[in-house]
């Protein structure tokens, strides 16, 4: 079946950079985003990768290698804003099913 | 332009009744897929519809879950026979194609507690 592994939870220092990793298994792959959901809100959409390498938003980058199954979520100059949840997901087996992972719960620290 | 919809934002019900939660996705859509979240939990993927069609109904927990979509946007989550297990936030994302693990767009979920 698919599934996606996070660490549960990070605490970083504000202004630091920070990691969150993800690793999958899946039958199939699509590609592999990333979504921040703050406590009482709805996910929104961070990043994407369909190809291994990195991808760079502003802040945010996010890392792909489809040969580990490995993921990575890159985060730096930490804003206190950035206490949230961090999903990763994917697509996988040619239907139209996502999955999400576990979530992990990033605390920004002054 | 206006987001992802859904109604209502919380409902309390008792054991046994049957509720409907309802997602207006953005106007355009194709995909629209409804998700649940328990308290500090993960999304556990329902369903996902690509225009009215459900092709993949494997998420649903059991029989008392049903899904629709018409007219390609619309979609109405039925629970029956409510358990205190279906409490959870239930959310809703439309997406402009069927690429799941592109951005899908959210709405702010309806809480449901079954008392």
């Known amino acids: 079946g698919q599934s996606l592994e996070q660490p549960s939870e990070v605490t970083a220092v504000e202004g630091a950079i920070v990691q969150i990793n993800c690793t999958y298994q899946t039958s199939g792959f699509y590609g592999l985003s990333w979504y921040q959901q703050h406590d009482g809100g709805a996910p929104t959409f961070l990043s994407y990768n369909a190809l291994d390498g990195l991808e760079e938003t502003g802040r945010f980058s996010s890392f792909l290698s489809r040969s580990d199954s490995y993921g990575y979520l890159l985060l730096q100059e930490l804003q206190m804003k950035d206490s949230a949840s961090y999903f990763c997901a994917h697509q996988s087996g040619g239907y139209q099913k996502v999955t999400f992972g576990t979530g992990t719960k990033l605390q920004v620290i002054p | 332009g206006a987001g992802v919809s859904q109604s209502p934002s919380n409902k309390v019900t008792e054991k046994g009744k049957d509720v409907e939660l309802r997602c207006d996705p953005i106007s355009g859509h194709t995909a629209l897929y409804w998700y649940r979240q328990s308290l500090g939990q993960g999304l556990e993927f329902l369903i996902y519809?690509?225009?009215?069609?459900?092709?993949?109904k494997s998420g649903l927990p059991s029989d008392r879950f049903s899904a629709e979509r018409t007219g390609g946007s619309v979609s109405t989550l039925t629970i029956q026979r409510t358990q205190q297990e279906d409490s959870a936030v239930y959310l809703c994302?439309?997406?402009?194609?069927?690429?799941?693990?592109?951005?899908?767009?959210f709405g702010p979920g309806t809480r449901l507690t079954v008392t």
């Open positions: 994302a439309s997406s402009p194609t069927g690429q799941g693990t592109y951005e899908q767009y």
């Open positions: 519809f690509q225009g009215n069609s459900a092709p993949d």
